[in-house]
């Protein structure tokens, strides 16, 4: 099954079985009225909450009611899907220009451009910053497929690649975690200096999405984007763990975890003779995201635990806070962003 949070806050749930139609309903807001949408047979099981309901179920509602196509042979597993996924989507080629940005504690991040869309677009065409996953960047496919989807549409886009992800150089002995919005607002203020005259937008997955959303909740009302989407959204990071050490599941831990240590053994001499709490040979050798977590990122952020690092980064806590058009889509079958994570009752009343 598949789900979707949609969010200023609204939120859709869609399900990957033919069931009976379904209803889709407005929840009331002091300004509008309970009313009832009947999706039709062919369409997947849809559930909307959220107070965003009104503004933005119109212009889904064509793209809505189209039949549901499962992709033939794998659409019956969940993991049968994520590792299809991984090792045969197609990447797109796409020629981009790199800019890298130095912030203000002395780090550095990439961002990678459309080549040619300088010359291509006008200064007000729309801006989509895109900021992958753990561990992800401009090379992985699903990027790469956003992408070039938005730039037919006309849209400008730049893939905000974190400190040492998609190659992104590392100039200090601090990486990028959930709990640091420094890089995210920098990177957004720096893209809208640089294009005045346009309208920024931003779509963020799993981790990304994560950090996404809770920028949002901090900007509040101040924020430069004029809408963001949220993509398989852990949102509560003490779930999402749990879940993680369990089952097949762990062939995704492991993976990340791995991941992650090449990332830092590129660049471990910057972290030699690190003292305090830090256990750098954990973080290099690390079996799991948490050990990586345990090693490096939750003492370079000041947190006490991990756990400790998981409850105060968790963008579940974010959301009532949102005030700008947001769209979250979540697989209620996703194996790491778990769909008891969601904070429906939060999203209900945005």
């Known amino acids: 099954m598949a789900k979707l949070s949609l969010g200023s806050t609204l939120s859709f749930s869609l399900s990957r079985h033919t069931r009976p139609p379904v209803t889709a309903r407005h ?21 909307v909450i959220g107070g965003g309901c009104d503004r933005f179920l119109q212009a889904l509602h064509a793209t809505l009611r189209l039949p549901y196509k499962p ?12 590792i299809f996924a991984a090792f045969f989507r197609s990447v ?29 677009l006008t200064p007000d065409s729309p801006i989509l910053i895109l900021l992958p996953g753990l561990t992800g960047g401009s090379q992985d496919s699903y ?3 956003m992408l070039t989807k938005a730039k037919s549409k006309g849209w400008r886009v730049v893939v905000f690649n974190s400190r040492g992800c998609g190659d992104s150089p590392v100039t200090t002995p601090q990486f990028y975690s959930a709990s640091f919005l420094g ?36 900007e509040s009302h101040s924020c430069r984007l004029s809408g963001a989407v949220s993509l398989c959204n852990p949102f509560n990071l003490v779930i999402a763990d749990e879940d993680f050490h369990k089952g097949f599941n762990n062939v995704y831990d492991k993976a ?18 690190m003292e305090g709490e830090y256990n750098i040979p954990l973080a290099a050798t690390a079996k799991s995201v948490r050990d990586f977590d345990e090693g490096l990122t939750r003492v370079s ?3 006490k635990s991990v756990d400790d690092y998981y409850s105060n980064s968790s963008s579940s806590d974010s959301i009532k806070h949102v005030q700008r058009p947001l769209l979250c889509i979540q697989a209620e079958n996703d194996p790491i962003a778990p769909s008891r994570a969601i904070p429906r009752e939060d999203i209900k009343v945005c």
């Not at 990177?187 to 200096?193: K, R, S, T």
Request: hydrophobic share 40%; proline share 6%.
């Open 71 to 82: 992709f033939p042979l794998i659409a019956w597993n969940r993991h049968v899907e994520t």
């Open 27 to 47: 929840v009331p807001t002091p300004l509008t009225m309970t009313t009832t949408k009947t999706m039709p047979i062919h369409h997947p099981s849809l559930e």
């Open 301 to 303: 952020f000041g947190f």
């Open 143 to 145: 990027v790469r497929h």
């Open 92 to 120: 797109p080629q796409v020629r981009l220009r790199r800019e890298c940005l130095q912030v203000k504690d002395g780090g550095s991040v990439a961002l990678d451009w459309v080549s040619g869309d300088h010359r291509r």
């Open 183 to 218: 890089d995210t607002s920098e990177v957004v203020e720096h893209v809208g200096a640089r294009y005045p005259e346009a309208n920024l937008y931003a779509v963020g997955w799993s981790l990304g999405a994560n950090i996404l959303v809770r920028y949002l909740g901090q």
């Open 256 to 273: 990340l975890a791995r991941a992650l240590c090449k990332i830092f053994q590129k660049h471990a001499l910057l972290f030699e003779d």
